[in-house]
Nanobody, 116 residues
Framework: DVQLQASGGGLVQPGGSLSVSCLAS????????MAWVRQTPGKEFEWVSG????????SYSDSVKGRFTISRDNGKTAVSLQMNGLKVEDTAVYYC?????????WGQGTLVTVSS
């Protein structure tokens, strides 16, 4: 199994920046991609960004493209999501997801609140 630990959420003002991180443990050699999915206060889930290990190909939802950057931590099964130009509508619980050939694993989520 794979365990995912997310960290770095918090309160930030609109226009500010915040970074969230996720570290995988357990059977990490089977993880071939990681992603961030968020759940808004209205309880909707939205895929935010993902990265494929090996070629380090990244992708983003239209709502965050140009503002968020996903990166892999060197030599680790870990990713960070740098969030700039935050908007009130970015408020959500951010979940880290690790993908293996067999299944996806979800972390516990970290709350990001954008408010003045």
């Amino acid at each position: 199994d794979v365990q995912l630990q997310a960290s770095g959420g918090g309160l930030v003002q609109p226009g500010g920046s915040l970074s969230v991180s996720c570290l995988a443990s357990g059977s990490t050699s089977s993880v071939d991609a990681m992603a961030w999915v968020r759940q808004t206060p209205g309880k909707e889930f939205e895929w935010v960004s993902g990265i494929i290990f090996g070629n380090e190909w990244t992708s983003y939802s239209d709502s965050v493209k140009g503002r968020f950057t996903i990166s892999r931590d060197n030599g680790k099964t870990a990713v960070s999501l740098q969030m700039n130009g935050l908007k009130v509508e970015d408020t959500a619980v951010y979940y880290c997801v690790g993908a293996t050939p067999e299944r996806d694993y979800w972390g516990q989520g970290t709350l990001v609140t954008v408010s003045s």
